[in-house]
């Protein structure tokens, strides 16, 4: 009893002694975020839909809510209309807090510039893309190696690159997991490589891939993205702990919306990204 009474006596001694130690973290004022990206998963449909996540999110650990729109609509210059009914420009419509959609045939999606115009509390944003094809997966497959430890899953994917144009690739490998590849040493070709998970996946377990066609500037978006979220564990439209910006610029005070730079305000954009892509993916059963 003596014994326990000193040690006790110890333990009170150490718990006493601890302090609170504050420690200062990344901040700023609510930023709009904005999910824009658009995968078009057959080119012979009918009809496509853009849907439309908007967020506000405030600091590095900072609650992310949705965000009410004052407008958002979606336009493409180039497009030419079916009949007199018909017009370049749709109105997206809220089906949930802070999610809205629209939709248009679609050659609307495909053909031309596409541009997102936001106003949100006051302010105007725009982001404009252009569809990017891809190419499909030719096949899927489970392998056996191992790249730093015996709990690691393999997959092995391979798909042939398009000759006729310089392609850049967005891969996402489910669980928020993602990676980017540009055909700079493959153009043309087929190519295979292995993808491997650390933890998290289990036989039995369905695992979709997909591959989506980007462009230069949501590969190097994207690239910026997966090395700040840790191997894209928060995913890519989430705050990473350092901004990184995307194609959704403040344009409220610019004059000249054919060079809608910004270069006066810089730091005054949303996060997130608009785009449009092809996508093409396939399944596997972990064994």
């Known amino acids: 009893m003596k014994i326990a009474s000193i040690f006790f006596g110890f333990i009170l001694l150490l718990t006493s002694c601890e302090d609170v130690v504050e420690i200062d973290t990344p901040s700023e004022p609510p930023r709009l975020s904005i999910d824009a990206l658009m995968r078009i998963t057959d080119t012979t449909a009918s009809s496509q839909t853009l849907r439309v996540n908007a967020t506000l999110t405030s600091s590095f650990f900072g609650e992310v809510v949705p965000a009410t729109l004052e407008s958002i609509s979606i336009a493409n210059l180039d497009y030419v209309p079916s009949g007199p009914l018909d017009s370049g420009i749709v109105q997206l419509q809220e089906v949930a807090p802070g999610i809205y959609e629209g939709s248009k045939v679609t050659r609307f999606f495909t053909e031309g510039e596409v541009s997102l115009s936001i106003t949100h509390e006051g302010q105007r944003y725009l982001a404009t893309t252009a569809f990017a094809s891809a190419s499909p997966i030719d096949e899927i497959s489970q392998g056996d190696g191992n790249l730093f430890g015996d709990d690691e899953t393999e997959i092995i994917i391979s798909f042939t690159d398009n000759p006729d144009r310089d392609n850049f690739y967005l891969f996402d490998f489910d669980f928020n997991e993602y990676l980017v590849t540009e055909d700079e040493f493959y153009q043309g070709q087929s190519f295979e490589f292995s993808y491997f998970y ?32 840790d191997g894209g564990a928060q995913g890519p439209f989430q705050t990473p702990s350092a901004t990184v910006r995307g194609n959704i610029i403040n ?17 005054n954009f949303a996060l997130g990204y608009f785009a449009i892509s092809q996508s093409f993916s396939q399944s596997l059963t972990v064994e």
């Open 198 to 229: 650390d933890d998290g996946v289990e036989p039995g377990m369905e695992i979709e891939v997909e591959i989506l066609g980007v462009d230069a500037s949501f590969y190097n978006y994207m690239d910026q993205v997966i090395v700040q979220a």
């Open 251 to 267: 344009v409220t005070n610019i004059d000249n919306i054919d060079t809608a730079d910004n270069v006066e305000d810089a730091n």
